[in-house]
């Protein structure tokens, strides 16, 4: 009975190292990820309210702060035409496609960089999804009376209100603001592996780019992205904690099952 154990404990941590390899359990957290987001979704859509006030809460914080310039930064793009489409496309194109992108590009160049990088986004991203469902925050965009242009909707007919994504996009997920928190936390991922300059230029334009879209489009306020960032690298540090505390003890266990199959 015993033997019979171990001779399965070991083929299953075998079968793992091969589904590890090959990036396999990816496509399961892809799907566990979406599955969390839709549901947070659908538990905060219909408190358009509670997000109102919040967001009349935050511009009042960010008045007494004096760094209430969205208004100033947008009017900045509104005369022309392709400084907004230039944005809306940074705002649109760079968040999930562009993850996706580097993440491949990481899986197959720098293994070891993607794991820690999707922990991070992993860890990041639940923190985010807690705080949308505590406290939904409308965008700028869909404050009334706020003065804010829609940019997106107003110049580009594919955007996050398009009736093509709009079942996948949580209006009140304002705070914080993951497309600049998680831009940030890349660039500085690609600096860090590239170590050249281009990588380093890519690693400090981008976030700049994401915050310029984010405020100039509408999207989302300047504490937005403040708490996005603070958000993403909070989610580093759990990533970093995973890796120096929990990792060797897995690898470590794994080992000795394989270890433990008899015939080998």
């Known amino acids: ?126 923190i985010g999804v807690v705080i949308y469902w505590l406290f939904p925050v409308a965008p700028p965009r869909l404050v009334p009376f706020a003065g804010f242009i829609d940019t997106m909707a107003a110049f580009d007919r594919f955007g996050y209100n398009a009736q093509e994504t709009e079942a996948f996009v949580n209006p009140f997920a304002a705070v914080p603001s993951l497309h600049f928190g998680w831009s940030l936390l890349l660039g500085a991922v690609v600096a860090w592996v590239g170590r050249n300059p281009v990588a380093v230029a890519f690693g400090v334009a981008w976030p700049v780019a994401m915050f310029c879209a984010v405020v100039m489009t509408g999207n989302h306020f300047i504490l937005d992205a403040v708490f996005g960032g603070i958000v993403a690298f909070a989610g580093l540090g759990v990533a970093l904690a995973l890796e120096r505390w929990w990792r060797p003890t897995w690898q470590a266990l794994t080992a000795r099952l394989v270890a433990l199959e008899p015939g080998e």
Do not use: C
């Not at 154990?5 to 070991?10: E, K, N, P, Q, V």
């Not at 399961?28 to 947070?40: C, R």
């Not at 109102?52 to 008045?63: D, H, K, P, S």
């Not at 009017?75 to 035409?81: A, E, K, T, V």
């Open 1 to 126: 009975m015993q033997l019979s154990l171990h001779r399965t404990a070991g083929r299953l941590a075998r079968a793992w190292e091969i589904i590890r390899r090959y990036g396999i359990h990816e496509a399961v957290v892809v799907v566990v990820a979406f599955l969390i987001y839709f549901t947070v979704r659908g538990l905060v859509v219909d408190r358009a309210g509670e997000a109102m006030v919040r967001a009349f809460n935050l511009i009042e914080l960010e008045q007494r702060l004096h760094i209430y310039w969205e208004l100033r930064m947008q009017s900045w793009i509104l005369d022309s035409y392709w400084a907004i489409r230039a944005l809306n496309w940074v705002y649109f194109w760079g968040h999930m496609p562009l993850v996706a992108l580097l993440a491949v590009w990481l899986f197959v160049f720098h293994r070891h960089a993607y794991y820690r990088t999707r922990n991070a986004f992993l860890a990041s991203g639940a």
